[in-house]
C-alpha cells in the first residue's frame, strides 16, 4: 500500500468497516443497538483532535429512530477513520474476541489482522507527530 499514514490509515479503516459494518447490520439481535450519543461524541473529540476535521451533526428530520447525531436510518454517516471505536466494534469481537458463527475462522482472522496493521500505522503516525510538535520552532 502506497501513500502516506493518513492516507493508508483512510484506506485500511475503510476496509474494517465494511468488515464489520455487515455485522452491526445483520448479525445483531438488534442492529446498531450499540451506537450510543456517546460514541457519537466520542468520533466528534477523536476527529477533530487526530484529523482536524469538525462533524456535522444530521438535521433532526434526517437521523435515526434513536436521533444521535451522526446515524441517519440507514447507518452511521461518519467515515470509518474518524470513528475508531465504532468502526473496530462488533457484538461477537466485544463479546467473545471472535465471530462466533465463523466455521474456518477466516473472518476473525482478517479482523485481527487488519486490527493489528491498523494499531501498529496509528502508533508510528502517533509518534511521528508527537516528535515533529516536540521540535523546537525556528521563529
Request: contains cysteine.
Amino acid at each position: 500500500m502506497t501513500g502516506t499514514a493518513p492516507e493508508k490509515l483512510v484506506a485500511m479503516y475503510d476496509e474494517m468497516g465494511k468488515l464489520t459494518e455487515p455485522e452491526c447490520r445483520s448479525s445483531c439481535n438488534a442492529p446498531q443497538s450499540c451506537c450510543s450519543e456517546s460514541d457519537c461524541n466520542l468520533a466528534a473529540m477523536w476527529a477533530k483532535r487526530e484529523w482536524d476535521t469538525v462533524l456535522e451533526p444530521l438535521p433532526a428530520d434526517k437521523r435515526g429512530p434513536k436521533g444521535f447525531p451522526f446515524l441517519s436510518p440507514t447507518g452511521c454517516v461518519v467515515a470509518p477513520h474518524l470513528r475508531p471505536g465504532c468502526t473496530m466494534h462488533t457484538c461477537d469481537m466485544s463479546s467473545f474476541g471472535f465471530k462466533k458463527v465463523d466455521p474456518d475462522g477466516a473472518w476473525t482472522d482478517s479482523y485481527f489482522e487488519l486490527r493489528q496493521k491498523i494499531t501498529t500505522l496509528e502508533w508510528e503516525w502517533h509518534k511521528a507527530k508527537t516528535a515533529k510538535a516536540e521540535e523546537p520552532s525556528n521563529a
